[in-house]
């Protein structure tokens, strides 16, 4: 089964009056939607749009794997757990809430930051917070704690390649344009792709980038 979401079916979120706009895919705050609460492991995927001198002021999280996607600009990260890094595009950075942990997230550059951050739940809630950045990413990335994997793609006009066989298959475009089963999908559309078989291609209609998650049933991998 695939359910397209088109960019501007995103729940609209943020402060856009201190330079922070949010598009959300899933239910988040305010935006209750009780059907679309989760897809597999993810609990959300937010497309975040900060200006300069822009960012979120230090707030919790607990039993939650966040990942994020730097599409543009420079992202600063301070956590109560000691780490301060400066992440760039072509960059991934994860932070295991686990028990719990505090951080900021800020844009300190001169010129517009864009990046997409996605949080899982971990198959096993608690423990000690972690945190790691991926410089240049080019395999595959994998979250072993939501048994998750991120591949990031990037097709030039005209390549095709398969999605990931999986329970549960995510696919976020990040730039450019792909087809899917006969949809066009362009930046902030995505597709969900639920028991899927690996039978699925993408060809890209322009050059672009592109984020599947591709995830095992959670109620499997716990059984």
Sequence with gaps: MIRIQRAAERYPG???????????????GPHYDPDNLRFGALLACNEERLAPGAG?????????????????????????????????PGDLQRLSAAGG??????????VPLVFVQMWLAPLVPGGEPSYEVVRGLGDPYDLPEADARLHVDRPREGERFEVPAADFA?????????????????????????????ELALTATADAEVLIWEMRDWRRALG
């Design 14 to 28: 943020g402060d856009p009056a201190a330079g922070i706009e949010t598009r959300h895919a899933l239910s988040f």
């Design 170 to 198: 995510y696919v976020h475009v990040v730039r450019g344009a792909l087809l899917l089963d006969g949809e066009e999908l362009g930046p902030g559309d995505a597709a969900r792709l639920t028991d899927h078989t690996g």
């Design 101 to 110: 942990v505090r951080h900021v997230e800020r844009n300190d550059a001169d």
């Design 56 to 88: 979120f002021e230090e707030h919790p999280h607990s039993h939650t794997e966040i990942v994020t996607w730097v599409v543009e600009g420079e992202l600063t990260h301070h956590d109560t757990a000691g780490h301060t890094t400066v992440v760039r």
